[in-house]
């Protein structure tokens, strides 16, 4: 018989991990409350357009894309990211019409991408997200950023730095491509593929090129900051003054040029220096973009956004010994003593309708064993039904911190754990 497994670059989380994944999720939509933002949900699939735009240059568009069609219909992708569905959902329900911009909205789940599996890269993993769409504003880049931060570090990563750096308006860039075209133009030909299709597209990704990086060429790029606006440098001097009024520590690289094509002014990426996180040590990452809400039909607005990569954090805050915690203790074990039948369910699903993680007993078994699930569940209170005390209407409750043990009537129960349970907790 075949045995089957996760499908390469993919991975089950079993209850004793997603305990955890909980809590950071919860950690996560608290934060986006406090910041005003609120949370949408697309489909996992969109139309192939949505991602694929005309002449993208990214990796993540033209090889790592899951696109499918059936019965002919039109093209589908999985989605790699985020940002666009969100984007094509904000001019599709024209939310660029509402009275207060920008739109404040975040997202959670699976995003895939067919990439070469190791650890911290996979092929269906989970992003946050969020997208701040409608307004242009530096201390708007330097909010999002905030955000990010915050999350890492109320969960208590410290190993980590802020890399920024800002590619300029059109005209910045504009003049930068120009730069970059007459530069490269007699060496574009000892390049990778990909590289000469970057020239051919958008050759400010030369600068991500990670198998010509060493090529000679790559050492004298002239810098970005000398193509750079008036305009533009003021900006990002307003985004960058705006992170020092908040303590957010940054390092300004003039190389990031970020992985996707619709980056404008603004990109960061928060990285981590712990020596485990190796070559996948981006936590989040993001920054402006200018021309998407048209792309969708929308009008001429600006957004910016970034995405962290959930798994990524996981293992990360694992590095840096975090304890999150497993699965979740039991409050209350109900035992079965003789032939009760369903009592201990019966009274389990009174403890449940109060609030109380309840586990009960099912298969006979000698109180010995019982008391071993008892220890295994954690849970401080024992109820246990007996055949005689319940044909009285009544059940033993033990409490473990103390080990006191009296009898009380069902009726009472639910009263009887509540008190030891607040007095445990006082
Ligand atoms: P990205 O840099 O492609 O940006 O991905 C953001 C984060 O997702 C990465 O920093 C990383 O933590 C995580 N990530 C990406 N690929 C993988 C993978 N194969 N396995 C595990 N984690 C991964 C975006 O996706 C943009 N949409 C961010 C953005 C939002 N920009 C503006 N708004």
């Given at each position: 018989m075949k045995s089957y497994q996760t499908p390469r670059g993919t991975q089950d989380l079993l209850p004793s991990a997603t305990a955890a994944w909980n809590k950071v999720e919860d950690l996560i939509r608290q934060m986006c409350h406090v910041y005003g933002y609120s949370e949408i949900r697309t489909p996992v699939?969109?139309?192939t357009g949505v991602f694929k735009r005309e002449n993208d240059s990214s990796d993540m568009v033209n090889k790592e894309m899951y696109t499918f069609s059936i019965n002919n219909e039109d093209s589908l992708t999985l989605r790699p990211e985020g940002t666009a569905g969100v984007v094509r959902s904000f001019v599709e329900h024209k939310?660029?019409?509402?009275?207060?911009?920008p739109a404040r909205l975040y997202y959670m789940g699976e995003m895939f991408r067919y990439e070469r599996p190791q650890k911290g890269r996979y092929r269906q993993f989970n992003q946050f997200g969020i997208e701040n769409i409608g307004a242009k504003s530096p201390y708007i880049d330097a909010e999002c950023i905030a955000l990010g931060y915050s999350i890492v570090k109320a969960l208590g990563l410290s190993q980590i730095k802020v890399l920024i750096n800002t590619l300029g308006d059109a005209t910045s860039r504009r003049n930068y491509r120009e730069t970059l075209l007459d530069y490269f133009k007699d060496s574009v030909s000892e390049l990778c593929p990909d590289c000469k299709r970057r020239y051919e597209?958008?050759?400010?990704?030369?600068?991500?090129c990670k198998v010509d990086k060493?090529?000679?060429?790559?050492?004298?790029v002239p810098s970005l900051r000398d193509s750079l606006t008036e305009e533009s440098k003021e900006y990002f001097d307003k985004v960058l003054k705006a992170l020092d009024g908040m303590g957010i520590p940054y390092e300004v690289d003039d190389r990031l040029v970020r992985g996707?094509?619709?980056?404008?002014d603004t990109v960061f990426e928060v990285v981590s220096?712990?020596?485990?996180?190796?070559?996948?040590?981006?936590?989040f990452a993001g920054g402006r973009y200018d021309g998407l809400v048209q792309y969708f039909g929308g009008p001429e607005m600006s957004g910016v956004g970034f995405a962290m990569g959930l798994e990524r954090l996981m293992l990360l805050a694992e590095a840096e010994g975090i304890d999150l915690g497993g699965v979740p203790s039991d409050d209350v074990y109900v035992m079965a003593l003789?032939?009760?039948?369903d009592a201990p369910l019966q009274v389990a699903v009174k403890l449940r309708a109060a609030g109380y993680r309840t586990s009960f007993n099912v298969a006979p078994r000698s109180l010995k064993a019982q008391f071993k699930s008892v220890d295994r569940s954690g849970a401080k209170v024992v109820v246990i039904v007996g055949e005689s005390e319940l044909a009285e209407g009544k059940v033993n409750v033990k409490h473990i911190a103390t080990q006191m043990q009296t009898t009380v009537e069902i009726s009472h129960l639910v009263e009887t754990v509540d008190n030891l349970l607040n007095e445990e907790g006082e």
């Open positions: 699939f969109e139309d939310m660029y019409g509402a009275p207060d911009l597209q958008n050759p400010l990704r030369l600068l991500d060493e090529h000679p060429v790559m050492k004298n996707l094509d619709y980056y404008t220096t712990h020596p485990e996180s190796g070559s996948q040590s981006a936590v003789g032939n009760v039948e």
